[in-house]
Each structure stands twice: as C-alpha cells, then as structure tokens.
C-alpha cells in the first residue's frame, strides 16, 4: 500500500514538474473557476425565492400576520418600509387559503360579521371604530364592481354627535381612491352612481363633501346637473362657486406645471374675485338698413304723372281739394289762348330694422385672478439646477391662462404688465412634501447577472486553454512515441540474425521472467537426464 501511494505521489510530482508555468496556470486557474461555479450554482440552487403574500398594509396588520407564520415556523421576510411580508414562492397559494380562513389579515378587510364576535365587554368607540371600518369596507365592495374599477380605498370621516342639543353638528366627510383599468374613462352616469353610492351609504353625508381621484391623482368631479348645487343667489352658493373655480382652476396649473416638473416638484395656490351680479334686459333696437345713406328699404313705391296743352277758353271753376296735402293742381283762370297742365306725385314706404334682446347675463364672472406657484428644482439646494428660460416659460403658460379665463370685459382693458403682475412663479425647496416608500427590492439585483456574465465568460475561457492543453498534452505523447519507435527501430539494425538458437534462448529468458516455477522445474528436469 505504501508503495503504492508512493508512486502515486512521484507519478504527480513528475508530472507536475513536467508541465510548463502557462499549463499550470491554466490548470490552476480552471481548478478555481469550477470551484467558484459549483459554488454559485449551490448558491442558487439552493436560494429561497420570496414573494409577496400581503401588500400595502399597515404595520398593525404586518405585526399579526408576522405572529401568525411564526406560530407556523414559516420563513418570511418583511419588505423595507415594514407594508409587505413575503413568503417562499411554492408556500404563498396556500398560506392565503390557511390565513384567510383564520381572519388574517384581522383589521384589513373588515365587513359586518364582526357583530357576531362582539361581546359585552366591547366599548362603544371599539364598536363604533369596528363599525366605521366595515361601513367603508362595504362601500369599497360596491364600487369595486363597476365597471373600469380594479380596486378601491375609501376612507369616511363621520363626526361625533354633541351632548348638547343646541352643539352645532358638523358635516361628515369622505376621501375615494380608485384604481382604474388603463385608458378607462368614466361616463357622468357612472360618476353621479359613484357618489350617490357613497352619500346614500353615510348618514349626512353630502356630494360636495365627497372627493373621488385615481391613481394618478386625476379627480372625478359631479357634474353640476346632477348634483345637488346651491343657487348662487345666497352667499353660502356663492362661495362653493368660488372653490369649484379656483379647485379647476388649480387641478389644471398643476396637471400641467407636474407633467412638466414632475408631480412632487410644483405647488400650485389659485385665488380668484368673482362678481356674482346677475342682469336681466330687455333691448328693442331700430336701425337703418342702409347706415352709409342712412335709409331704410323700401317696401312699396306708387308714382302718378299727369300733362295737358291745348287752346280754348279758359278753365271755370272752384277746384276740390286734394286728398293728400303736399300735392295740388292747378288750373289757369280767366284768360283765353293756349295753356298748359303738369301733375306729378310720388308715394314710396320705407321700414327700417327693429331689433328686440332678451339678455340674461351669467351667473357669475371672473374679474381678476391670482396664481402662485413654486417650483423645486433638479437639484433641491441649487436654484441654479433650472435650466435657463423655464421660469419665463412657465410665467408665460400662467398669463396666458389668466388672460383667457377672466372675463372680456376685464381683460380687454388690461396690459400685459398687468396680467404678468397676476402670475408670481418662486424657485426653492420644497421641505415639507412627503417622503415616498421605498420600492420594492427586485429579486434578483442586477449586479448578480453581470457576477454570472463574468463567471461564464471566465468558465469558457477555462474550457478553452484545458482543451487546448490537453490537445497538445496529446501530441507531445505522440511525438514522443514516435521518437521511441524510431530509437527502437535504429537499435534493431545493429542486432545479429536471429537463428533457432537465440529464439530458443529468447523463449527460455521470458519463461524465467514470467513463469519462475515452471522454468526451475525444466532446469531440474534437464540437470537430472544429465
């Protein structure tokens, strides 16, 4: 055994030393590099893949959920920002089945069976808490089945009642975000169901105390022929007419200044002067058709033309009066010889435009306007960061919406400086603006795939030189055969002839090697016969 090992060791060692350094390196180097793949390969192979299993929930329901996979010795892993857990992949189907049928998660999606679980020692502000989720849970239900909604999430603000009779009640409010399909637009049916849904669900719950956005933070307003409006007559009508404006007004500056800046980076402040004066007239206008001549059209003409000359005794006579005062005949009296008679009259009717207005004025017009708006730029500590010309751009954007809401008559009397004046535009900071949670980390990052990238470049090159090495290995051997064969064949020449005595001698030689016993038999045998 221990020669063995022994041979074993100086076969390697010579072989070792046989090898040129680029062989050994090669070797050494495809050593390590299968090393480091059969060490990622284990890595992935035997790597948990985690996937979510609850989402944007609250650290609350994160903490039961949490106790409740530690009672089942499950492995799971909480997302930064603690909103999510996730689970091992082939693990997620049926830890839903098993929490669901568990409660969990316990305050997420609450309906009204939490009644049956109620006991005596429930308070009444747990009750009415309880009561309040499930209220906004069902609503949430209701809408999630119209059509072009993916999800909802309602929140309700129901005031609690005064001890005293003569307290002043407020108003109860509530708060919509829908998820919608891409590209979905919602009809004015589908947004006047929505919010009856939710105004007929809450007790003195009124539409105008109702907001509804999506995703994108685009508001779903009632259309004022479906809601129930106050007359601008009262003052109480007047002012909702005053934040319906200035809100419009407002969602437009900052859907437009967001897409431009990014959402997070503009603060839009709209201020409006409306005159709510309402004017009921009656004109009756008359004008002539023609202005330049200034006459009118004519609208029936009558011309009569008489003429008589002769010779004879004179007319006799008193002559009647005429109808029509301005024309008149005359007759030549007293006299003898020749005479001569003309009559000429003309009667023409003239009318001339008459115009009646019925004209009832708007409710309401806007007289002056004031838009504030303050921008953070790219870089939020460097002013300088704007690129050049986008504050004029965006003061030019403003003047050209203040000039075209307000109303004609104002605007046609001021100047530009003035309508500028209207428009301030401030560059700074934004500090107080709510930091965003952070993304979800993606499974795999992506400085794994270029490690991979690496390795197998690394792996073929390995598998490459050891090909390459064992290739000439291969041909070394060849080579050195070759040169034995030919040493071989370069000793043969100088050999004796081979006669029947030296293949006696060559027979008896390889016995003796191969077979010792055998031939020591034969040497005995031969001494005993001599």
Do not use: C, H
Request: a negative charge; aromatic letters at 6%.
């Amino acid at each position: 055994m221990n020669e063995r090992l022994t041979k074993i060791k100086n076969d390697t060692g010579q072989f070792w030393t046989s090898r040129s350094k680029k062989q050994k390196i090669v070797m050494i180097s495809s050593v390590v590099g299968i090393l480091v793949l059969a060490a990622v390969i284990t890595l992935f192979a035997t790597k948990t893949t985690y996937v979510p299993l609850y989402k944007d929930l609250s650290t609350r329901e994160i903490g039961q959920v949490k106790e409740a996979l530690d009672s089942q010795g499950v492995k799971y892993e909480i997302a930064p920002g603690g909103t999510a857990i996730l689970v091992p992949q082939e693990q997620v189907d049926a830890l839903l089945v098993q929490l669901a049928s568990e409660g969990y998660p316990q305050t997420g999606t609450i309906d009204y069976s939490f009644a049956n679980s109620s006991g005596f020692g429930m308070t009444d502000n747990e009750f009415n808490l309880l009561k309040k989720a499930a209220t906004e849970t069902e609503i949430a239900k209701l809408i999630k089945n119209l059509e072009g909604v993916k999800d909802a999430k309602v929140m309700i603000n129901v005031p609690e009642e005064g001890v005293f009779l003569n307290d002043t009640k407020e108003e109860a409010t509530a708060s919509i975000v829908l998820n919608t399909d891409p590209g979905y637009k919602f009809t004015e049916q589908q947004t006047a169901t929505m919010y009856n849904l939710v105004a007929k669900s809450v007790p003195n719950l009124k539409t105008e105390n109702i907001v509804i956005s999506n995703q994108f933070s685009e508001y779903f307003d009632l259309n004022a022929t479906t809601a129930d409006g106050t007359s601008t007559t009262t003052a109480e009508g007047q002012l909702q007419a005053k934040k319906m404006v200035e809100r419009d007004l407002q969602r437009q500056v900052q859907t437009m200044l967001g897409t431009l800046m990014g959402q997070d980076k503009v603060i839009v402040s709209v201020t409006t002067d409306i005159d709510f004066k309402k004017e009921n007239r009656e004109e009756n206008l008359v004008s002539p058709v023609d202005e330049e001549n200034m006459e009118g059209i004519a609208i029936s003409a009558q011309r009569i033309t008489e003429q008589y000359s002769g010779t004879g005794a004179a007319a006799t006579g008193t002559p009647e009066a005429e109808t029509t005062t301005d024309n008149f005949t005359t007759y030549n009296e007293g006299a003898t010889g020749n005479g001569d008679y003309e009559r000429s009259e003309e009667t023409i009717n003239n009318d001339v435009n008459r115009i009646r207005k019925e004209i009832q004025e708007a409710p309401y017009k806007i007289q002056d306007i004031g838009i504030q708006v303050i921008v953070e730029p790219p870089t939020a500590t460097e002013a300088a960061s704007l690129p050049d010309g986008v504050q004029q751009d965006i003061e030019k954007i403003l003047s050209t919406i203040v000039r075209t809401t307000i109303s004609k008559d104002v605007a046609a009397e001021l100047t530009q400086d003035q309508i500028d004046e209207k428009v301030a535009v401030s560059v700074q900071p934004l500090n107080g603006k709510a930091t965003d949670a952070v993304s979800e980390k993606s499974i795999i990052p992506w400085w794994v795939w270029v490690i991979g990238g690496i390795l197998l470049a690394v792996i073929l090159l390995l598998a490459f030189f050891i090909i390459r090495s064992r290739k000439r290995a291969k041909e070394e051997e060849e080579f050195s055969i070759l040169e034995e064969q030919e040493e071989l064949m370069i000793e043969d020449i100088n050999e004796e002839i081979e006669t029947e005595a030296t293949m006696r001698r060559k027979q008896l030689e390889k016995m003796a090697k191969e077979k010792p016993d055998d031939f020591a038999k034969l040497l005995r045998s031969w001494i005993a016969e001599d």
